[in-house]
């Protein structure tokens, strides 16, 4: 569960990468059904100024580094990288290693958690503009250039500022549903549908509408999962060949209809399990899986867990 949020600054923090930080968890959403979250922002030197990565914009700390030790999420928003990072802050990460806390960072900030050698052997990903940097420095990493954000368990990581709203709403979702992430992505103005293999990474997100985007036939889709789809009949929709919907389809998605039917439709199921009482049986038949059993797999692969035991983690009440 989801309770506490603590974000440590450094010097050369990016305002805007800790500001959509605050926006996910540090504001008081209980009214739209979020659960209460504390929020703390943490410093070597409480009551100092940090200076960002903007001239002349400082921002002060309330709490001392000692307000990450029990926090359930550390959250590491982007920050200049240097050679040295400050050894008081590299050593409060490290006393996480072996915790229940899970670390999160936005952009560039996973620098700092592989200067505390915790992504050492681990998935992980970073901005696509630093990946060679990134390697050189933390060879052991498993870096995946290529995706928006990798979720390995305990440490998620995300590449630039929209993809770090992107696994902020994933570790919401994650831990407090489906309900608590569109809620917040509702009161943001942004997708609530982001979402990608929880111990893997997710795709690349759909792009806003253009004259010729195929976002009419996904909408479409998105209102009819329980229906047969298949690449020719969206490509009939689309009217275009099959070979040339599903290269556009790649080119507009990032990944294959398949793939993305398959994604929607386990976020359906996410809202299912978690709103209605019906079986998993019929879960299955409204989501388009046809059976209990293809759901299972599908869910459990994409989510973790089985379908019955996220439904009890999950329903309303």
């Known amino acids: 569960m989801l309770r506490s949020v603590a974000v440590p600054l450094i010097e050369g923090v990016a305002p805007f990468e ?19 979250i504390e929020f703390r922002v943490c410093g070597e030197h409480p009551g100092e100024p940090v200076p960002t990565s903007i001239p002349g914009v400082a921002l002060t700390p309330a709490l001392g580094l000692d307000a990450l030790q029990d926090a359930d999420l550390i959250a590491l928003p982007a920050a200049r990288i240097r050679d040295d990072y400050p050894p ?15 670390a999160l960072s936005v952009c560039s900030g996973a620098f700092l958690l592989g200067a505390a ?3 050492d052997g681990r998935h992980c990903t970073t901005h696509w503009r630093e990946t060679e940097m990134f390697r050189q420095r933390f060879p052991l990493a498993k870096l995946d250039p290529d995706v928006l954000f990798v979720d390995d368990g305990d440490i998620i990581t995300s590449a630039g500022t929209a993809a770090g709203i992107d696994a902020c709403l994933h570790l919401v979702r994650r831990e407090l549903g489906t309900k608590a992430a569109t809620a917040i992505a509702r009161r943001m103005v942004v997708a609530p549908q982001r979402d990608g293999g929880q111990r893997q990474f997710v795709e690349l997100p759909i792009p806003e509408c253009t004259g010729d985007s195929l976002e009419p036939v996904l909408e479409s889709t998105l209102k009819s999962l329980s229906a047969d789809h298949t690449v020719a009949s969206l490509a009939r929709q689309a009217n275009m060949s099959e070979r040339t919907f599903a290269r556009r389809f790649v080119a507009e998605t990032g990944t294959t209809p398949n793939k993305w039917l398959t994604m929607q439709r386990v976020l359906h199921a996410r809202k299912l399990l978690e709103e209605t009482t019906i079986g998993i049986d019929e879960v299955a038949t409204e989501c388009g899986f046809g059976t209990a059993a293809l759901l299972r797999h599908h869910f459990h692969r994409v989510v973790g867990v089985p379908p019955s035991d996220y439904r009890r983690s999950f329903a309303c009440r």
């Open 18 to 36: 800790f500001g959509l930080l605050c926006e996910v968890f540090g504001i008081d959403r209980t009214s739209d059904g979020v659960p209460p």
């Open 88 to 102: 008081a802050v590299v050593r409060a990460l490290q006393e996480l290693h072996g915790t229940k806390t899970t």
């Open 117 to 119: 050698g915790l992504l």
